[in-house]
T-cell receptor, first 117, second 116 residues
């Protein structure tokens, strides 16, 4: 079975400081990993994904994520946080579809990012 | 930009009533997902369809919930009879999913359901 853990319910950072939102995963075989962001009263929006290749993935709005296979982690990062980055962030995993198992995404519980002016 | 459209955006009704939520997926997407979001349970997958055929509805209470895709432009999620514990935000998402596909899902803005 596949699973995702986001160990922090909330992350607070000051504007201009770097931010990290943590994610670890468990999946059979090679994972497809995703980050989504949710603003109030909106659906989830895709930020970035890791499929294969370079462990550092760049996405929308200046976000990036680092895939670490040995630690089974996929942490979301941004060098300089903006107040407008305040939102709910979800990590998600799906196994490589050549493997057996569930083909839908499994989402983490979400981390609320609060960027303080 | 193409978007997933969900109607209604808000629904308030009394327990025991039938509720129907609708979703128009992005044209050309072959897979449609229904999720439910609550504070307590987070984001839960209820069901999903590939090429209009149901693939997995194991997350859905089958005694009261039903999901269908009458055609490629419409997916529906029905609750009958509704109960207060069904109060949540229901999201529809669509995507292109094949064996080796890694395309992201696109989410609608949800239906906020309140059962009194």
């Amino acid at each position: 079975a596949q699973s995702v853990a986001q160990p922090e319910d909330q992350v607070k950072v000051a504007e201009g400081n770097p931010l990290t939102v943590k994610c670890t995963y468990s999946v059979s075989g090679n994972p497809y990993l995703f980050w989504y962001v949710q603003y109030p009263n909106r659906g989830l929006q895709f930020l970035l994904k890791y499929i294969t290749g370079d462990n550092l993935v760049k996405g929308s709005y200046g976000f990036e994520a680092e895939f670490n296979k040995s630690q089974t982690s996929f942490h979301l990062k941004k060098p300089s946080a903006l107040v407008s980055d305040s939102a709910l962030y979800f990590c998600a995993v799906r196994p490589n579809l050549m493997d057996t198992g569930r083909r839908a995404l499994t989402f983490g519980s979400g981390t609320r990012l609060q960027v303080q002016p | 930009d193409a978007r997933v459209t969900q109607t209604p955006r808000h629904k308030v009704t009394e327990m025991g009533q039938e509720v129907t939520m609708r979703c128009q997926p992005i044209l050309g997407h072959n897979t449609v997902f229904w999720y439910r979001q609550t504070m307590m349970q987070g984001l839960e997958l209820l069901a999903y369809f590939r090429n209009r055929a149901p693939l997995d509805d194991s997350g859905m209470p089958k005694d009261r919930f039903s999901a269908e895709m009458p055609d490629a432009t419409l997916a529906t999620l029905k609750i009958q009879p509704s109960e207060p514990r069904d109060s949540a935000v229901y999201f529809c998402a669509s995507g292109l999913v094949y064996t080796d596909s890694n395309q992201p899902q696109h989410f609608g803005d949800g239906t906020r359901l309140s059962i009194l």
